[in-house]
């Protein structure tokens, strides 16, 4: 197909607005995807997004599409993420596509990833194209709908294409749309080979597998290839496309979309962003990809201590499909050893744990989240620490910085009032608050960023009966009275369970977690005591009553000394058990940290 008759674009949308769907619909409609086929969210493969209905990695899939007038079109489209966790995602696709269908519920109007969405999308130059979906709903208010998208994006909706995914309602309209307003690709196939990594995964048969752009030249198999960031050199062993399932081809040509595997055995050698051009050739590289830091850490352990090997290989396998977390090693005197993750946000640090556990069969247990600290230290310098295990004596420490973000809420007028009273009560500064529309309104805020990782976003939703979406970008360190708090089982401080609270919150936090540990951790034979201390101070402390076993039940009667006997006995195993601090603690131990 000439490169006139392709089109590369992506689906964008706030979560839950219909991207899957609509893409479900589009494979209908090209029959890429037969109607006995067919199931819902197809393009979801992870078992995980599947069950959760989000999408998390993103996917390129080619349909063929045959206009009335005859002619063919290739069509790439790249399904990607909503949710704020997952932007980079979302920004590799983009960089693939000259194009993206701007999906917007017309029940629910402009969010704030639907605008995240829209400035990633105008930062790669790409075509947009409103959709107004979901006009089936009873609720739909499409006139409403428009004028959001007027006055808050800015952009034209004389053209808005009016649909129901569910329904398949204006799905022609989308597919002609695409093909009359998405320009085609740019790229030159005689020129030398330059291809775009936006994407690699293992898989257990081929090695690495690499989803490239091509963007100049042609890629087919026997060729030799080079990443330009290594300047190592492969012979490409099978190039093909999803489409949606995975099919061979003899070759790729500039503008296309698909994967390529070339015997690539070392996870790292695929990096994402990273240019790939003939072995032999001299040219420029693609811009690649901002790195993306790691915002949110926690620790990583195998609950069976054996299989440390094995999550170390899983980590590493996993890494390369989602570089967007970091590892590195980590011992604790309570775990052992494991990993301390970095992650994108609370959303995304479940995902990988989960995704881990299930695709790699590893039992796992994760401690408490926390952001990155800089700490001023005494002696003049300054220490940078997202691990409250690594916390110094609060003798030498000068002044704690935390990491703040300005957040944006979007919500509809009624739910002001009870967001600002949660921005309150996590610290938050008011900057201001803007009507975009007479009823939907924007909340600014300032915020320390370790208040928004616990449970913001989950509050904001439930504040807000599920209306309110957040958006926030980092703004820097701000001096903050925090401190750290230790939590004793029978006087032995568990490291992991360590965390960095508030000085305000810290008395409500430790009572509120000793007695969450209360109930989770079993009852013994002996005595637990739980405290949470601050420094030597006890702040909160509650007690596990043994389970006794009842050494007197068989000698009623009897003589004292006897009696006395058994419970000196009873005791001792009692101090024995203690002193080795037997305690066992549950994975829902680690959790209940997160769930306060
Ligand atoms: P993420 O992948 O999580 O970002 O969400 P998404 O934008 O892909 O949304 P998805 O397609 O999963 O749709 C979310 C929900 O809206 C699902 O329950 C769909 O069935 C429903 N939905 C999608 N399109 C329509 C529509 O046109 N009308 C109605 N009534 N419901 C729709």
Not at 86 to 94: D, G, I, K, P
Not at 138 to 146: H, L, M, R, S, V
């Amino acid at each position: 197909i000439p490169i006139e008759r392709i089109r590369n674009f992506s689906i964008i949308a706030h979560i839950d607005h219909g991207k899957s769907t609509l893409a479900d619909r589009l494979l209908e409609i090209t029959g890429a995807v037969s109607a006995r086929e067919m199931r819902e969210q197809y393009l979801d493969r992870l078992e995980l997004e599947r069950e959760r209905g989000i999408t998390i990695k993103a996917q390129a899939v080619r349909l063929y599409y045959q206009r009335e007038n005859g002619e063919v079109y290739q069509l790439n489209l790249i399904d990607t993420p909503g949710h704020v966790d997952f932007t980079y995602e979302v920004s590799r696709a983009l960089a693939a596509c000259e194009g993206a269908l701007l999906v917007v519920d017309a029940s629910q109007g402009v969010e704030a990833q639907t605008l995240a969405n829209v400035y990633l999308a105008l930062e790669n130059n790409l075509e947009i194209i409103p959709v107004i979906n979901k006009i089936d709903l009873p609720q739909a208010d499409i006139e409403k709908t428009k004028r959001e998208i007027e006055e808050i994006i800015g952009l034209s909706t004389e053209d808005a294409l009016l649909v129901s995914a569910k329904f398949g309602i204006g799905i022609k309209e989308v597919l002609e749309a695409i093909i009359n307003k998405i320009p085609s690709p740019k790229g030159k196939r005689e020129a030398p080979l330059r291809a775009l990594v936006f994407d690699s995964w293992y898989d257990p048969y081929l090695g690495v597998v690499v989803l490239v752009r091509v963007v100049d030249g042609k890629i087919y198999p026997g060729q030799k290839i080079k990443f330009l960031s290594t300047g190592k050199v492969y012979e490409i062993t099978k190039v093909g496309v999803f489409a949606p399932e995975a099919a061979t081809l003899d070759c790729l040509f500039a503008g296309e979309v698909g994967f390529i595997a070339a015997g690539i055995k070392e996870v790292r050698e695929a990096k994402i962003g990273d240019t790939i051009t003939e072995a032999n050739a001299c040219v420029e590289p693609l811009p690649g990809f901002k790195e993306v830091k790691p915002v949110v850490f926690a620790g990583i352990f195998p609950v069976d201590n054996d299989d440390f090997e094995n999550l170390k290989e899983a980590i590493e396998k996993l890494w390369l499909n989602d570089p967007a977390f970091s590892y590195e090693l980590e011992t604790s005197a309570a775990l052992g050893f494991g990993f301390r993750c970095g992650f994108q946000g609370l959303l995304h640090m479940e995902i990988v744990q989960e995704r881990l556990e299930r695709e790699f069969k590893l039992n796992l247990i994760s401690t408490a989240p926390s952001v990155k600290y800089k700490i001023r230290l005494k002696n003049k310098k300054e220490i940078e620490i997202e691990n409250p295990a690594h916390w110094p004596d609060p003798a030498l420490i000068e002044e704690v910085l935390e990491p703040y973000i300005r957040a944006e809420i979007y919500t509809p007028r009624e739910y002001i009032g009870s967001l600002i009273k949660l921005c309150e009560e996590k610290r938050g500064i008011q900057k201001e608050i803007k009507y975009l529309t007479p009823d939907r309104v924007v909340l600014v805020y300032e915020l320390p960023f370790s208040e928004i990782v616990l449970d913001f976003y989950d509050k904001l939703k439930s504040y807000s009966r599920g209306y309110a979406s957040l958006d926030y970008q980092f703004i820097g360190y701000r001096a903050g009275d925090l401190v750290k708090m230790d939590i004793l089982i029978n006087k032995q401080p568990v490291d992991t369970l360590s965390l960095i609270v508030h000085r305000d919150k810290a008395y409500y936090r430790g009572r509120e977690l000793t007695s969450k540990l209360k109930e989770v951790i079993p009852r013994q034979l002996f005595e637990v005591v739980i405290q949470a201390a601050i420094g030597n101070k006890v702040i909160a402390r509650e007690r596990i009553p043994p389970l006794r076993k009842d050494v007197l039940a068989k000698c009623y009667g009897g003589d004292v000394t006897r009696k006395k006997k058994l419970l000196e006995k009873q005791k001792e195993g009692k101090k024995r058990l203690k002193a080795i601090g037997h305690v066992e603690i549950p994975q829902e131990a680690f959790l209940a940290v997160l769930k306060i």
